[in-house]
Nanobody
Framework: QVQLVESGGGLVQAGGSLRLSCAASGRTFSTYVMGWFRQAPGKEREFVAAISWSGGRTYYADSVKGRFIISRDNAKNTVYLQMNSLKPEDTAVYYC?????????????????WGQGTQVTVSS
């Protein structure tokens, strides 16, 4: 079992940056694949990025590739999402998610553990 708490959301102008953090409880954080998802009003939750337990493998949605960077610090039980060159279409609630094992999946149903979400709003 792992509990996740996101932070770092807020209001930013287009072209700006934000860094989201997700703090995890539990001693087995380093064995989990971690992912970030987002959900805009009226839309389905979509995959943003994921990182392997070691941090050696990362995967991004095409819409954020080259702008967002996912990383993790297993000593701090924390995963990060650095978001650069933000666009109004990045506006959404951003969720941190975790799954055990080594495979990276992009489907939300593959992740059993979720945080409560943090709002990111990008103004034009």
């Amino acid at each position: 079992q792992v509990q996740l708490v996101e932070s770092g959301g807020g209001l930013v102008q287009a072209g700006g940056s934000l860094r989201l953090s997700c703090a995890a409880s539990g001693r087995t954080f380093s064995t989990y694949v971690m992912g970030w998802f987002r959900q805009a009003p009226g839309k389905e939750r979509e995959f943003v990025a994921a990182i392997s337990w070691s941090g050696g493998r990362t995967y991004y949605a095409d819409s954020v590739k080259g702008r967002f960077i996912i990383s993790r610090d297993n000593a701090k039980n924390t995963v990060y999402l650095q978001m650069n060159s933000l666009k109004p279409e990045d506006t959404a609630v951003y969720y941190c998610a975790a799954r055990s094992g080594s495979a990276i999946y992009t489907g939300a149903t593959s992740y059993p553990y979720w945080g409560q979400g943090t709002q990111v709003t990008v103004s034009s």
